[in-house]
């Protein structure tokens, strides 16, 4: 999954005029968020702080080998995830515990899936494993490499490569203060909006350009409804051999 790049301009001072008043000005002085850091350290902050959640959401769009996917993932540091995916080759639901890890997609997901497999093979397959939970061992290979999309750890490392970016507005995010940090690139803007009250979390993340993306994060620390489910819609992997 690719996720909005990183800043990485230099951090710039700008200064407020009396004609454009405080809400129009660049809060990069002594009187703005976060006054003895630069938006690079403050972007920094924004993921350390992220990774000290103990559970968070994260959705939006995000581009991956150049197809966009939409995504809302609830995910935990104790391994527990539930969330959905959904692109041009399908969607499928993904929900992770401890023991398990199961796995329900629609027919257009398999298909792109088993494109090389003999038709009539794969029509069998489809028949059987579409609009059913998939249930694997979470230690099976094949589960581990779903399971990436519960990896907080994985799903931030795009973040963590900040050498600069530049102070701006004060903004809102769903109701919280936040500060935006923004970047030039040669394939147009990225922005971090970053919360200036309580844990400096970063709240957005959004890019322009050939690939755009925005990805929200919230619902920190809240549990994560991981249940298991059962009944005649649950497929065990293996069962099928």
Known sequence: MRTPNRPIATAAALTCT???????CSLLGPSGPFPDLTGSQVADKSVTALRGA???TISGNVWDEG???KLDMAVSKSGDCKGAISSQDGSFELIRNAQFVYVKADEPFYRAQLKDMPKEQADEAIKMLAGHWLKSKADDPDSKEMSTLCDLDELLKEFED???????????VDGREALTLTTKTTDGTETLLVAT???P??????NTGKEPGE???SKFNEPVQADAPT?????DADSLG
């Open 18 to 24: 009396a004609v454009l008043g405080l809400t129009g």
């Open 54 to 56: 103990t559970s968070l």
């Open 162 to 172: 900040s050498k600069g970016a530049q102070k701006g507005k004060v903004a809102t």
């Open 201 to 206: 979390y970063l709240l957005k993340a959004t």
């Open 197 to 199: 009250k309580g844990e």
């Open 67 to 69: 197809k966009q996917m």
């Open 231 to 235: 009944g005649k819609d649950v497929i």
């Open 215 to 217: 990805i929200s994060f």
